[in-house]
C-alpha cells in the first residue's frame, strides 16, 4: 500500500470552489423551478410618459381621503365605526317608516345588508369619517342594560362564570 | 437626483415638481409591482394613482424610520390588496374565488401576452396565501434582496425565506399536476 500513490488524478475545473457557494444558494431560492422570467404582462404605449402629469391632476382636483398609518388604533376604530353605522342607517329608516321595527329584523338580515349593500369603502376607512367620539352605549341599545341581564348573559355563555371572580362590589 | 432627504422636505412643503420627481422615479416598478397584485392594467393604474396620492397627502406621516422606498411601497401593496378585498365584496366572492375570476379573466386581456406556461404560473400564484405570493412575485420578478422585502412587508428575513421556499415547492407542485 505504501508505494500507492495518494493522489487520484482528479481535476476540477479552475475557479470551481469560488463561485460555488453563490450557485448553491441561487439553486436554493429558486428550486428547480424552469419558469420564464418574464410574466408576460404589458402596459399602452407611451403609459408611463404621461403617468405623472396624470397623477398631478387627479391630485389637485380628487376628493380622496387620506388615511393616517395609526395600526394601534384600526380594531378600536373597526369595532366602533359597525357600531356607528348600525346607527346611522337603521336609525334613520327607523324614523322614516313606521312599518319596520328594528326589533324584527333578525341578525342574518342586517349581516346580509351590509354584504349586499357595499360602500366600497373598508370599516377602517368609515372610521375615519364617522365622528365616534361622542357616541354612547346607549345610543346604540334600545334599552339600557342592569346587572341582572348582563349576569344571565354570562352565565349562558360563560363554563364557569366563579372564574370570572365576580362579587358585589364589581 | 435629490437626496433623499431633500426630497422628502420639500415633499413636505407640498413642492409639486418634487412630487413630479417622486413619481417620475418610482412608477414604472411601483406599477409593475401593484400589476402583479391587480393583474390588470386599468386597475393597476388606478391603485398606482391612489398610492402617488395617498404618498403626497400622508407625506407628513413619513418619519424617517426606513427608506422612502419602502414606505411608498408599504403603501403601494397595502391599496393593492385592499382594492382586491373591496373587489371580492362587490362582486359576492370569497377572496379565493376573486383571485381564480381575476387569472381566468387574462386569457382575454389585451395587455396580457403571456404563454400558456406564464398564465399557468399565474393561476399557480393565484392558489397561494396573501404572503407567500407576495413574496415569491417580489423575490423572483422583482429580483429584490431579503432585507428590501422585509422592509416593506415587515416580516423578519428567516420568515421570508421559508415563505418563499414554500412558494416555490407549491408552484412547482402545481407546475407538474
New interface residues.
Given amino acids: 500500500m505504501g508505494k500507492i500513490s495518494k493522489k487520484e488524478g482528479f481535476k476540477i475545473p479552475e475557479g470551481y470552489f469560488e463561485g460555488l457557494s453563490e450557485e448553491i444558494m441561487s439553486k436554493l431560492d429558486a428550486g428547480s423551478l424552469d419558469l420564464p422570467k418574464s410574466d408576460g404582462f404589458t402596459a399602452p404605449d407611451g403609459y408611463f410618459d404621461s403617468l405623472g402629469k396624470e397623477v398631478l391632476a387627479k391630485e389637485q382636483t380628487d376628493e380622496i381621503r387620506v388615511i393616517r398609518l395609526k395600526p394601534y388604533k384600526k380594531l378600536f376604530f373597526a369595532a366602533a365605526s359597525v357600531a356607528a353605522a348600525v346607527v346611522l342607517i337603521f336609525g334613520w329608516q327607523w324614523q322614516s317608516s313606521q312599518s319596520v321595527d328594528f326589533g324584527d329584523i333578525a341578525s342574518g338580515e342586517l349581516q346580509a345588508y351590509f354584504e349586499d349593500n357595499s360602500t366600497g369603502l373598508t370599516s377602517y376607512e368609515i372610521a375615519e369619517v364617522l365622528p365616534i367620539e361622542d357616541l354612547e352605549l346607549d345610543d346604540i341599545l334600545e334599552s339600557n342594560l342592569n346587572d341582572e341581564n348582563i349576569v344571565d348573559y354570562l352565565e349562558a355563555t360563560i363554563e364557569d362564570i366563579d372564574e370570572l371572580n365576580l362579587n358585589n362590589d364589581d | 437626483m435629490i437626496a433623499e432627504e431633500t426630497l422628502v422636505q420639500r415633499l413636505k412643503q407640498k413642492d ?1 415638481k418634487a ?2 420627481v417622486l ?2 422615479t418610482h ?2 416598478r411601483l ?2 409591482h401593484i ?2 397584485i391587480v ?1 390588470n ?1 386599468d386597475d393597476a ?1 388606478d391603485v ?3 398610492t ?3 404618498v ?3 407625506i407628513d ?1 413619513f418619519k424617517g424610520d426606513s427608506k422612502l422606498f419602502s414606505w411608498i411601497y408599504r403603501i403601494g401593496t397595502n391599496e393593492a390588496l ?1 382594492f382586491i ?2 373587489k371580492s ?2 362582486l ?1 366572492l370569497g377572496m379565493d374565488e376573486v383571485q381564480e375570476h381575476m387569472v381566468n379573466n387574462l386569457e382575454a386581456d389585451v ?5 400558456e ?3 399557468k ?2 393561476k399557480a400564484l393565484a392558489k397561494l396565501p396573501e404572503k407567500q405570493k407576495l413574496v415569491f412575485m417580489m ?3 422583482e429580483e429584490m434582496k431579503y432585507g428590501e422585502i422585509s422592509a416593506i412587508l415587515n416580516t423578519s428575513v428567516g420568515g421570508l425565506k421559508a415563505s ?2 414554500l412558494a ?2 407549491k ?2 407542485s402545481y ?1 407538474k399536476e
Fill in positions: 409639486s412630487f413630479e413619481i417620475d412608477k414604472e406599477y409593475w400589476r402583479r393583474l392594467h393604474n398606482l394613482q391612489n402617488f396620492i395617498k403626497f397627502r400622508s406621516g385592499t378585498k373591496v365584496k362587490k359576492g395587455y396580457f401576452e403571456g404563454d406556461i406564464q398564465l404560473l399565474q423575490k423572483y420578478f418563499y421556499h416555490v415547492k408552484i412547482e407546475l
